[in-house]
């Protein structure tokens, strides 16, 4: 049974950082994406790592300010972000893809998260 959830979202000042954990269990996954959605606004992709590792992928408005990273003896992926605007407030969601390997695209993946909110105060 693949269990998939996120955590680790919160309130924070325009400036501020936050660090969101996925776990995901039950099936081996080829990758683990976050996306997030605005209020009002389709949801998008953030970044994606590969479970493996060695392979990662940025949107262009987090380069630079947020980065992944995996515990697989947790199995676990973290998203540290970091020098947040008030244009990153969204719930957040972390999927896993079983074979496209860190891939952008919201329909290549088979499992989703609830998602967490994450809000930046200005």
């Known amino acids: 049974q693949v269990q998939l959830g996120e955590s680790g979202g919160g309130l924070v000042q325009a400036g501020g950082s936050l660090r969101l954990s996925c776990v995901a269990s039950?099936?081996?996954?080829?990758?683990i994406g976050w996306f997030r959605q605005a209020p009002g606004k389709a949801r998008e992709f953030v970044s994606a790592?590969?479970?493996?590792?060695?392979?990662?992928r940025y949107a262009d408005s987090v380069k630079g300010r947020f980065t992944l990273s995996r515990d697989n003896a947790k199995n676990t992926v973290y998203l540290q972000m970091n020098s947040l605007k008030p244009e990153d407030t969204a719930v957040y969601y972390c999927?896993?893809?079983?074979?496209?390997?860190?891939?952008?695209?919201?329909?290549?993946?088979?499992?989703w998260g609830q998602g967490t909110q994450v809000t930046v105060s200005s």
């Open positions: 790592i590969s479970w493996s590792g060695g392979r990662w």
């Open positions: 999927a896993a893809d079983l074979t496209n390997g860190v891939t952008p695209l919201e329909r290549e993946y088979d499992y």
């Open positions: 039950g099936r081996t996954f080829s990758s």
